[in-house]
């Protein structure tokens, strides 16, 4: 059992877990992610490591309450436990020198993408950093960005905070202006924003990396059902990624098999509501 | 020949059919299939053996089970010292009797089966098993601390004996296993018809709480820790970490929605109880049409698993049809015989002699079929196997709306990472020496799947207790390695 060592709310629904596993903190780096299961009845949830700290031991991870698992990990609370946290799985971001990179941060993919910036940033990287979100209240962590960056660019959907529009405006303004001197993209977000991220940087031939969250279960290689189709074939996130070039993903593919489990995601999340309904109104009587 | 006790003429007879539930019942859930003897019943099978002077039939145990002696202890109903005798050599009788592949092994070579049928060891193995899952007669003992610490990398069969045999000897030992729980194949991938998951874990707690063992799950080797990092915090590491890669076939479609490894489906049913959805939470889905190629245990077990879910789900003929389509014939089929006809009981239909050529879909990335061409057998291969050659133009395409590949597996090489010095063959699997289990990595040893390739749970006990052997050796005695 791994405890719950606080917990935030970023966002109506973006909440951030520290979590006690000195076990995965040891070998942990930027890009990695972890394997969290709820308790029993739990699924394997993979999620991306947002923040470690090999002194306490401690994991930050962030995530946004989409589905029953997501929802009923962001209604645990600091001194609780969770019954499985396994990992750092994946390889690491392959930070280096480049010269000047842009790190983009699309929603709850800002969490992930702030240690990659980071690091690069450590590198002596020039670091560019663009974050974007539906609107202000699913923005967080900017300063925590503008700390590790030479530049940040705001965004919204809505226009509700920084620029209105999508991350790829700022993107192509920069690529336009300066496309030589851009060594490298690193793109963290919700499929259809990593997909259009790939899009506009091809033209340019700008070096886009992108972290997958594919469907997994065991998360090292076991069944096969993290697979993505690249140019060059069939590959596993869990383990050969989960960052691969964006220009080489099979975008169509990736996110039709992203939609497979959709109507069971449904049926789990009303199972799930019900059974708290039901416990709630019980408590409501048991007073 | 035989000795007094035993009555030459009921040798002759048949051997005595184990209760099992009925096919019709059994595919609407997933409770145990084979329901085993009952005391009477296994004395009096016992009691067909022949209590041969030079029994045959252990020189097909991969562990050597003293076979006739433990059937005499039963035949005579003294349970507690057939336990005995069974423990010796298998610590895991339960399990084994369950799944190994009598057949080809121990009752291959009863010579009862010349004339009539052979003595039914598997079934009384099990009996002995279930006897001693209640009882408890034999407790575990474990010598004093040596203070030697032993790493053991995967908990399935390989890594449980290896590590019950090294706790037994006084020696400290941890098991890392990447899963959430222990078992490895055991759990995630034999079902819970076949192999009761409380049978599994009962052996495994048992083990750990009579000799101390520690248990660490959600440690991934080459991740987590590095081997090489283990090595410098233990004195020996054992791998057992089986081979749990899929293969995937290299033909058009692999990628389709509703294609997966039997890896994915067989760990979402079992490891994850997606039979059972939602009230646990990890879905499972099998189409009204589904299509399993390969024809081993795994394809038997996936198979036979759809069928369960589509009963459960949609209740009797309404239209859900399993195959199972297989590129040679029926006699060559590798799963257990057992298993085989349980499957054709229960109404998986089987596509033999056929090769898929592609998987076919439509614009939503579905599956909507499988394109498969007719074999027929040529000349025997290297196996000895006739080997399996299409027939030219004879196409046809299947409806189907899943796809499960079970087309074998091989090692995963995530526990290498970031370490050298462990030689392995070109199919992945470890090079490892067949009597002790050392690699060519100093203080490392190797056994089970990992270093044959997908084989069998017993042929695994057996390398995890060579190895615990020769580690123990290695620890107590000379600690040379050369
Ligand atoms: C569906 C199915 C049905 C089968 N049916 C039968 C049958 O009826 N009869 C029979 O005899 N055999 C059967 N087999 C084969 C048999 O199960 C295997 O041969 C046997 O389990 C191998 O044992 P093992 O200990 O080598 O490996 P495994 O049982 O595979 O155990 C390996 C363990 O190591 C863990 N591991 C892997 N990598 C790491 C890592 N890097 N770090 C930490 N842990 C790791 C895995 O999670 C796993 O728990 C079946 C196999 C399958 C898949
Ligand atoms: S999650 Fe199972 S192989 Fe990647």
């Given at each position: 059992m791994y405890r719950i060592i606080e917990k935030q709310s970023l966002s109506d629904i973006t909440k951030l877990m520290v979590i006690h596993a000195p076990h995965v903190v040891r070998n942990a780096k930027a890009g990695q992610f972890v394997i969290v299961r709820i308790n029993e009845y739990g699924e394997r949830i993979p999620l991306t490591i947002a923040d470690f700290d090999p002194i306490s031991g401690n994991i930050t991870l962030i995530f946004q309450e989409v589905g029953k698992s997501t929802k009923h990990l962001g209604s645990l609370n600091a001194g609780d436990e969770v019954a499985t946290f396994a990992g750092p799985l994946g390889h690491a971001s392959e930070i280096d020198y480049y010269g000047t990179v842009i790190c983009i941060g699309g929603g709850v993919g800002i969490a992930p993408i702030f240690p990659i910036a980071r690091a690069l940033k450590q590198a002596g990287n020039i670091v560019i950093s663009i974050i974007g979100a539906r609107s202000q209240s699913f923005l967080f962590w900017e300063e925590k960005m503008r700390s590790v960056s030479d530049e940040l660019i705001v965004c919204t959907d809505d226009g509700s905070y920084g620029r209105k529009g999508l991350v790829i405006e700022p993107l192509k303004e920069l690529l336009e202006a300066r496309a030589s001197g851009i060594n490298r993209i690193w793109a963290i977000g919700p499929g259809i924003m990593m997909k259009s991220v790939s899009m506009t940087t091809r033209p340019y031939n700008a070096n886009t990396i992108v972290s997958l969250n594919t469907i997994m279960i065991d998360g090292t290689g076991m069944c096969g059902g993290c697979r993505v189709l690249l140019d060059e074939g069939a590959s596993f996130v869990c383990v050969d990624g989960p960052e691969f070039d964006g220009h080489k993903v099979n975008w169509d593919m990736l996110l039709s098999r992203m939609q497979f489990y959709r109507p069971e995601e449904r049926l789990a999340l009303e199972h799930w509501e019900h059974k708290c309904n039901l416990e709630a109104s019980i408590d409501e009587r048991g007073k | 020949m035989s000795t007094k006790p035993y009555d030459r003429d009921r040798s002759k007879t048949k051997r005595l059919e184990m209760p099992v539930q009925e096919?019709?019942?059994?595919?609407?859930?997933?409770?145990?299939?084979?329901?085993?003897?009952?005391?009477?019943?296994?004395?009096?099978?016992?009691?067909?053996?022949?209590?041969?002077?030079?029994?045959?039939?252990?020189?097909?145990?991969?562990?050597?089970?003293?076979?006739?002696?433990?059937?005499?202890?039963?035949?005579?109903?003294?349970?507690?010292?057939?336990?005995?005798?069974?423990?010796?050599?298998?610590?895991?009788?339960?399990?084994?009797?369950?799944?190994?592949?009598?057949?080809?092994?121990?009752?291959?070579?009863?010579?009862?089966?010349?004339?009539?049928?052979?003595?039914?060891?598997?079934?009384?193995?099990?009996?002995?098993?279930?006897?001693?899952?209640?009882?408890?007669?034999?407790?575990?003992?474990?010598?004093?601390?040596?203070?030697?610490?032993?790493?053991?990398?995967?908990?399935?069969?390989?890594?449980?004996?290896?590590?019950?045999?090294?706790?037994?000897?006084?020696?400290?030992?941890?098991?890392?296993?990447?899963?959430?729980?222990?078992?490895?194949?055991?759990?995630?991938?034999?079902?819970?018809?076949?192999?009761?998951?409380?049978?599994?874990?009962?052996?495994?707690?048992?083990?750990?709480?009579?000799?101390?063992?520690?248990?660490?799950?959600?440690?991934?080797?080459?991740?987590?820790?590095?081997?090489?990092?283990?090595?410098?915090?233990?004195?020996?590491?054992?791998?057992?970490?089986?081979?749990?890669?899929?293969?995937?076939?290299?033909?058009?479609?692999?990628?389709?929605?509703?294609?997966?490894?039997?890896?994915?489906?067989?760990?979402?049913?079992?490891?994850?109880?997606?039979?059972?959805?939602?009230?646990?939470?990890?879905?499972v889905k099998t189409g009204k049409k589904v299509a399993v190629v390969g024809a081993g245990n795994v394809a038997m077990d996936a198979a036979r698993s759809c069928l369960r879910l589509q009963k459960g789900r949609s209740g009797r003929d309404s239209g859900n049809k399993v195959h199972i389509i297989y590129r040679r014939s029926r006699d060559e089929v590798p799963a257990r015989r057992e298993e085989l006809l349980h499957a054709e009981e229960e109404g998986i239909i089987f596509d033999f002699l056929t090769n898929p050529v592609g998987i076919l879909g439509d614009s939503g990335s579905n599956v909507t079929g499988l394109r498969c061409i007719r074999m027929k057998l040529g000349e025997p291969d290297n196996s000895g196997r006739r080997k399996p050659v299409p027939l030219k133009g004879s196409e046809f395409d299947i409806a189907a709306d899943t796809v499960i590949m079970a087309l074998g597996t091989s090692p995963n090489p995530l526990v290498f990472f970031d370490s050298k010095g462990l030689n392995r063959n070109l199919n992945g699997t470890v090079m490892a020496d067949h009597e002790t289990g050392r690699t060519t990595k100093t203080r490392v040893w190797a056994g089970g799947d990992i270093v044959t390739g997908a084989a069998t749970v017993i042929s695994a006990m057996g390398a995890g207790k060579r190895a615990a052997a020769d580690i123990h050796k290695f620890l107590t005695l000379d600690n040379r390695w050369d």
């Open positions: - | 096919s019709a019942l059994r595919i609407m859930n997933f409770d145990e299939v084979a329901l085993g003897y009952t005391t009477e019943m296994a004395v009096k099978e016992a009691g067909r053996c022949l209590q041969c002077k030079e029994p045959q039939c252990v020189t097909g145990c991969p562990v050597g089970v003293l076979i006739p002696q433990f059937i005499k202890a039963l035949g005579e109903g003294d349970m507690t010292r057939a336990v005995g005798i069974m423990k010796s050599r298998n610590n895991l009788p339960a399990i084994c009797g369950r799944v190994c592949p009598q057949e080809i092994q121990c009752e291959a070579r009863c010579v009862l089966g010349k004339k009539a049928e052979p003595v039914a060891i598997g079934r009384l193995e099990r009996f002995v098993g279930d006897f001693e899952l209640l009882s408890r007669t034999h407790p575990l003992e474990q010598k004093k601390d040596t203070g030697m610490k032993v790493a053991v990398v995967g908990s399935g069969p390989a890594g449980l004996t290896c590590a019950v045999d090294l706790a037994k000897e006084g020696h400290m030992v941890v098991i890392f296993e990447s899963l959430h729980t222990a078992g490895g194949v055991l759990v995630y991938g034999i079902p819970e018809f076949r192999l009761p998951k409380a049978i599994v874990n009962s052996e495994i707690n048992y083990a750990v709480e009579s000799l101390g063992i520690a248990i660490r799950t959600d440690h991934v080797i080459g991740r987590t820790y590095t081997l090489d990092e283990l090595l410098s915090e233990h004195d020996s590491v054992f791998l057992g970490t089986g081979a749990g890669l899929p293969s995937f076939m290299d033909i058009p479609g692999i990628n389709l929605n509703g294609v997966m490894s039997a890896n994915e489906f067989l760990a979402r049913v079992n490891l994850m109880k997606g039979y059972l959805f939602p009230d646990y939470d990890t879905p």
